[in-house]
């Protein structure tokens, strides 16, 4: 019996089939515990040598089973302890950060250079009124004009009864400025604008940064020396080739749109070298329209907007070649672009 035990506690190799061993020879219907009651039916003699024998045999069995417990407690311990164990001369594991968009770059650079020439910052929502975006801004009621700004009409209607659209540009905000300002004026505004319109310079979602002053003695003059000073800062050189062209506008009058030089060779459209331009804003002196329209008196009162395209101006400085990258979502681009850490 000793040797068939041992031999089985030596195969068993987990806490179960050793409790199982327990439980087979010590415990109450165990084969040793058997035996012991066999004791009672022998004679005295006997039972003297053969209890001696069976008591050794249990301490032996119990002792047994209790090293092997304990031996095993250890061993698993020494696995859980290698199998934990953290190497401290790896390189750490970097979360990846998140970076900032190219696009939410260049409107912290230009609230930076609008701010520092003394520009505040107002803001208006993606969806306008029919009159915030067009009415107010001079637009004649139901004149194909609105059609050319391939306008998303929404089924939405505003108080007037009118169609609510995503704005087609940021001039609202300029609406909304003067409706809940006096003049002097002097703000910015950015943000998205839509437009039905998709290939490498057009995106049906971009951005725009609005310019606006009003004031008594702003001139056309002074709305160039301010787009010139942005744009150079912008772009950080000084050799900028901009071109004024006459323009049209229905809320601006005279109006200019302005052209920066840049070198589409090589599949990119970079601000440089080159006889290639790419109009990035329209601009002029505020129509006296549209200043009646906003309650203020044409006749005091006087001075320039301008809308420029955010997203052209960052393909512009940093080399990309179609606008439609910039709101794929995709992480190589931001990296080859070195937006990313
Ligand atoms: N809103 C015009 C556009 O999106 C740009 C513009 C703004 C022109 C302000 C003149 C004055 O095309």
Redesign the pocket.
């Known amino acids: 019996l000793e040797r068939d035990l041992l031999a089985r506690l030596d195969k068993a190799n987990d806490d179960a089939s050793l409790e199982a061993l327990r439980i087979d020879t010590l415990g109450k219907q165990g084969s040793i515990s058997a035996l012991m009651k066999n004791l009672g039916s022998m004679s005295p003699d006997e039972r003297k040598t053969f209890g001696a024998a069976l008591n050794v045999l249990k301490d032996k069995i119990t002792e047994a089973i209790v090293t092997k417990k304990a031996v095993m407690a250890e061993a698993a311990l020494d696995r859980q302890l290698q199998s934990e164990a953290v190497d401290v001369t790896l390189p750490p594991v970097r979360p990846r950060l998140g970076t900032i968009h190219p696009v939410s770059q260049v409107m912290e650079e230009l609230a930076r250079i609008f701010g520092e020439m003394g520009f505040a910052v107002e803001e208006g929502p993606d969806i306008e009124t029919d009159f915030n975006n067009f009415t107010a801004l001079n637009f004649p009621p139901n004149h194909p004009a609105r059609e050319t700004h391939d306008t998303f009409f929404l089924d939405a209607k505003g108080e007037d009864g009118a169609r609510k659209v995503l704005r ?4 609202p905000v ?1 609406v909304r400025t003067m409706l809940k300002q006096k003049p002097p004026i002097r703000m910015i505004c950015m943000g998205r ?1 839509f437009r039905k319109d998709s290939d490498a310079t057009h995106t049906p979602m971009f951005h ?1 940064i ?2 606006l002053v009003i004031d008594e003695t702003s001139t056309m003059a002074d709305l160039k020396s301010v787009l010139i000073a942005a744009i150079k800062a912008y772009f950080e050189v000084d050799d900028v080739r901009l071109r004024f062209r006459p323009h049209h ?1 229905p ?2 009058e005279p ?1 200019a749109e302005v052209d920066v030089g840049c070198d589409r060779s090589g599949g990119t459209i970079k601000i440089g070298a080159g006889d290639d331009w790419l109009e990035i ?4 002196m505020v129509h006296p329209n549209v200043l009646r329209n906003c309650g203020i008196d044409p006749d005091k009162y006087q001075g320039y ?3 420029m395209g955010i997203d052209r101006l960052a393909m512009l400085k940093y080399g990309m070649p179609d606008l439609r990258d910039f709101f794929a979502a995709d992480a190589r681009w931001l990296k080859h672009y070195g937006f990313s850490p």
């Open positions: 087609t540009h940021t001039s300029q604008t725009q609005e310019g506008f809320f601006t109006s804003l329209g601009s002029g907007a301008f809308g």
